[in-house]
């Protein structure tokens, strides 16, 4: 895998496209998925538009009776309890969907937290290193022998252009001696996103699985929980007035829209045979290059096979010691 691989394909969808317009004419029926953070934003469109294509969903939550409630009146959907940031129930949840259900077709890493203060979860890992990536890599293996019986499964992780920040700090990823900076964390963890699923591909690709990350765009969600107004100011996210300016009310995305890429990763025919890439606005996203804006395309540390590689070692030992 390279950056010469991050081509766009001319998907014929945009920036604007949503997750309905996507999967419009591919049926799910008979097919199974595992969406985690599925019962808010993005993660809920998500949930809600591949029930409607036919696929069984399951939605492990760290707060299921929240869950149930955002997903009611939804067909197709199933709650379960899991904690990313509890590796015991994380592996206890895999274990028994293993169990309940062989085949697993698609799963969709879709939770996170973004930029929160220094808290360590796990075997005393950084907070957002530890749920936007570690517990989903031992989700995934987990998972692993569902996703080989599918024989045709993808695996989609919830990048952002917020790799951009940051590739992985390889010397010190938790913070241990390190200051904390809660955006270089967030970036370093969208970057692990990135690599992983560059790494499940190399990994996978013979047995069927293929693997894509993704960036959905800028949402309001609840994923700006822990940033105060004044900062999303200062971002020029919002206006002093909690109003919101004109280019972030043309730029940013709906939820609807904000989970095209993900459900396109997940469903498109155009996919086939191709992974490892990360993709944005539906689409296979461009290598970066000097010409590149400060949000957009993949910057080369998240297309390099030597770091995928990297960084599967080390997140197996965490998890080994965990």
């Not at 075997?123 to 080989?148: D, K, M, V």
């Not at 690599?195 to 609840?222: K, M, Q, Y």
Request: glycine share 10%; net charge neutral.
């Amino acid at each position: 895998m390279a950056a010469r691989d991050q081509i766009p394909l001319g998907s014929g969808f945009h920036a604007k496209s949503t997750a309905r317009e996507v999967v419009a004419g591919i049926g799910l029926a008979g097919k199974n998925a595992v969406v985690t953070g599925g019962y808010s934003g993005i993660g809920l469109e998500t949930v809600r538009t591949l029930a409607e294509a036919g696929a069984k969903v399951t939605v492990p939550a760290r707060r299921p009776e929240a869950a149930q409630a955002a997903l009611a009146g939804i067909s197709g959907v199933t709650v379960a309890a899991m904690d990313l940031a509890d590796l015991a129930s994380v592996r206890r949840f895999a274990q028994e969907h293993v169990a309940a259900t062989p085949k697993l077709h698609l799963l969709i890493n879709n939770a996170g937290i973004m930029a929160c203060p220094l808290a360590r979860v796990g075997a005393g890992w950084e907070s957002q290193f530890g749920t936007n990536h570690l517990g989903h890599f031992g989700l995934y293996q987990g998972l692993l022998p569902s996703l080989r019986a599918a024989n045709g499964a993808r695996v989609v992780a919830l990048s952002s252009t917020g790799h951009i920040l940051s590739d992985v700090i390889w010397e010190d990823p938790n913070y241990q001696s390190r200051k904390y900076d809660k955006w270089e964390a967030y970036g370093q963890s969208k970057s692990s996103n990135a690599l992983f699923a560059l790494g499940v591909d190399l990994r996978e690709r013979g047995n069927g699985i293929r693997a894509f990350s993704v960036h959905p765009g800028g949402i309001f969600t609840n994923l700006q929980r822990h940033l105060p107004d004044e900062e999303m100011v200062v971002l020029g996210w919002k206006n002093p007035d909690g109003t919101l300016p004109e280019r972030i009310k043309a730029s940013f995305k709906t939820p609807e829209q904000g989970a095209s890429t993900t459900v396109w990763a997940a469903t498109s025919p155009m996919l086939e045979g191709k992974g490892g890439v990360y993709c944005e606005d539906c689409d296979i996203a461009k290598a970066a290059t000097p010409a590149s804006q400060r949000f957009e395309h993949a910057r080369e540390w998240i297309s390099d096979d030597a770091r995928a590689e990297k960084l599967w070692a080390m997140s197996d030992t965490f998890l080994a010691n965990a």
